[in-house]
């Protein structure tokens, strides 16, 4: 066989082999992808991984990991657990705005991370992570404003920063200096725009609920009812959405 038909024969071979690979990949993608919208989470989790052995850059295998990790950990049963799935959530989520700084998803996977490792935490620790959470989320509205996600992350930061005590609003003080926010009227806000973006999303319901009940004013309970009962009439879709009425519904 004469040398340049063997070449030629050698480079159709490589390049069927190459363009079997990226369809490989390209399906197991978008089958992580459909899973993680159905919620998965497991399943997707599996993909994602082995695509980010192949990829460690790649900004998608990246912030979707890191934001699956995240999830998962929720359904750890000892905190240490929980924390360790945080950690790992928050290392990809990291990596994934170090390398890709203008992608909001990646912003939004790391804001995701901090606010749970903080969730249940002790207040110094909250304080010492609220700046960061919050310059976080903000990020992710001003790179895509249609992010819902971090939205609900704002509702829930102002809540909780307006929940704090004199004595813990001096030491927020003293480490921040003025720190911006910290509003019951902000959390509505938020969690009243990741409502008309999300409005199947019950969780965005529920925890608006919870806002109008901290806040405590005239017709705050009554409020919190009727956000609760659009909550409800929501269908569920998967076991995440059943847990969070069981849940929720308990505290009315």
Partial sequence: MPKTILCLFLALILGSSWSQEVKSELQKFHLGEKLQQEKKWSEALVLFKELLKGDSSNVEY??????IHSIIGVEQKKESA?????KKAAY?????????PQNANAHYAYAVSLGRMTEFASNKTKIDNAKLIKSEA?????????????????GRWH???AGFNILERTMIKAIFGALPGGTYEESIKNFERAIMLEPLNA??????????LARDEEKDTQNAKNWLTKAIQIQVKNAD?????KVNARNF
């Fill in 138 to 154: 903000e990020l992710t509205i001003k790179l895509d404003p249609k992010t819902a996600g971090a939205y609900h992350i704002l």
């Fill in 82 to 86: 929980k924390q360790e799935w945080y």
């Fill in 159 to 161: 809540r909780e920063i």
């Fill in 62 to 67: 990246l912030w979707r990991t890191s934001y």
């Fill in 203 to 212: 969780i965005h319901y529920y925890e608006l609920a919870q806002t109008f």
């Fill in 92 to 100: 990809l989520g990291k990596k994934a705005i170090t390398q890709h």
């Fill in 241 to 245: 959405d059943k847990n969070n009425k």
